[in-house]
């Protein structure tokens, strides 16, 4: 098997408003490797979010591919990619988007519901989840019980109960003070570490970028910065 989980070729994407085409990807190559753990950096509006909703297959590109595994994800059926985004990848964002009309455990059943996994099944897998992120003892909050970081680890849980291949997280720890960032932070690492899942975060912070093992730069719709840590 080949070490590449995701291969960026030649990416690009332009949207068209208020009468022009405005490129902002201008041509993205990228491979993500297995168990990597990559950092995403760049000013505001260089391109990361775009380039996170089209690995995850949120949005379609206006030109070049992405191949998860090897296969082309634009040749994939509507019900291929939505497995695609349901089982191999896990999204995080900035606001946890939590259903506040359900406890933590409901909220983070919902993935493995949509994929009509038994109930039972959904429960156990979502209490393991929880158990993850070390949100075992809140099980029946629900969100407005919870404390902003713990809300956030439900999200996390939600985006892992699946056991996705690859974390795409989006300023995860954006709208959290910095000690709740930063244990955050290592809750995603130890899932890097321990279960070997490859992270793709986006971050404003260089203090936390030169944790990952590879800090990846976008800048005017193209990789300007790929370094990789050494050790
Ligand atoms: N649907 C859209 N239509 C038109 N322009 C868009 C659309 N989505 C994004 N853009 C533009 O693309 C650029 C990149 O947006 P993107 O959200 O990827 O930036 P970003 O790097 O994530 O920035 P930030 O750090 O502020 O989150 C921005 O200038 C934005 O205005
Ligand atoms: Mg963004």
């Known amino acids: 098997m080949s070490n590449i989980l995701l291969g960026v070729k030649k990416l690009v994407k332009s949207f068209d408003h208020g009468g022009k085409t405005l490129r902002i990807l201008n ?14 950096l ?10 996170l909703h089209l690995l995850g ?20 059926s509507s019900k291929e990619l939505a497995a695609y985004r349901a089982e191999k ?13 359900f406890t933590a455990v409901e909220n983070v059943m919902i993935p493995c519901l949509i994929r009509k996994m038994d109930r039972e099944k959904a429960r156990s897998k979502a209490k393991k989840a929880l158990d993850v992120v070390g949100l075992d003892h809140r099980l ?35 709208n959290l003070d910095s000690n709740t960032g930063q244990k955050i932070n290592e809750l995603l690492f130890d899932l890097n570490g321990k279960l070997g899942m490859t992270l793709f975060v986006v971050t404003h912070n ?8 590879r800090q990846v730069t976008l ?13």
């Open 206 to 213: 260089t203090q936390m970028a030169s944790l990952f093992s």
């Open 57 to 76: 297959g949120l949005d379609t590109p206006s030109g070049g591919n992405i191949f998860f595994e090897g296969s082309d994800i634009a040749k994939y």
């Open 219 to 231: 800048a005017d719709g193209v990789v300007t910065g790929d370094d990789r840590r050494e050790n």
């Open 140 to 174: 029946t909050h629900r969100p407005g019980q919870l404390s902003g970081g713990e809300q956030q680890r439900v999200a996390i849980a939600r985006a892992i109960v699946m056991e996705p291949s690859i974390l795409l997280a989006d300023e995860p720890t954006g």
């Open 27 to 40: 041509s993205v190559d990228l491979d993500i490797l297995h168990g990597e753990s990559i950092a995403v």
């Open 89 to 101: 990848i896990g999204f995080v964002f900035q606001f946890h988007h939590l259903l506040q009309a």
């Open 42 to 51: 760049g000013a505001s509006g260089a391109g990361k979010s775009t380039l």
